[in-house]
């Protein structure tokens, strides 16, 4: 069984940047698409990045351009930088994994969150303006 643990998170002010880590134990991690999903008080998780086996590569739009995803499978851990924050960026980070490998997978598929079988605990994230 995978375990997913998130790290990185803090406090900055608005135009700053926090890089997260999300880094595995157990296997299969190299072989899902992972994905970085976050949820501010009051509101439903929601998408926010996710890289294929494949290296494919989705970004909701309110985050392209700021954010970037990037993963080392030989040790396990996907990262999220996060430039140019703002406050609407205030949330738990969680990352995820995907219940089944694959090496490509459609943006339909990385941005619905019952594929995701494994999530971490969260990392909170604050932008203060």
């Known amino acids: 069984q995978v375990q997913l643990v998130e790290s990185g998170g803090g406090s900055v002010q608005a135009g700053g940047s926090l890089r997260l880590s999300c880094t595995a134990s157990?296997?299969?991690?190299?072989?899902?698409?992972v994905g970085w999903w976050r949820q501010a008080p009051g509101k439903e998780r929601e998408f926010v990045a996710a890289i294929s086996r494949g290296g494919e590569i989705y970004y909701a739009d309110d985050v392209k351009g700021r954010f970037t995803i990037s993963r080392d499978n030989a040790k396990t851990t996907v990262w999220l930088q996060m430039n140019s924050l703002k406050p609407d960026d205030m949330a738990t980070y969680y990352c995820a994994k995907s219940r089944r490998t694959a090496f490509f997978a459609s943006r339909a598929y990385v941005t619905t969150q019952s594929v995701y079988e494994t999530w971490g605990q969260g990392t909170q994230v604050t932008v203060s303006a």
């Open positions: 157990g296997r299969g991690f190299s072989e899902a698409v």
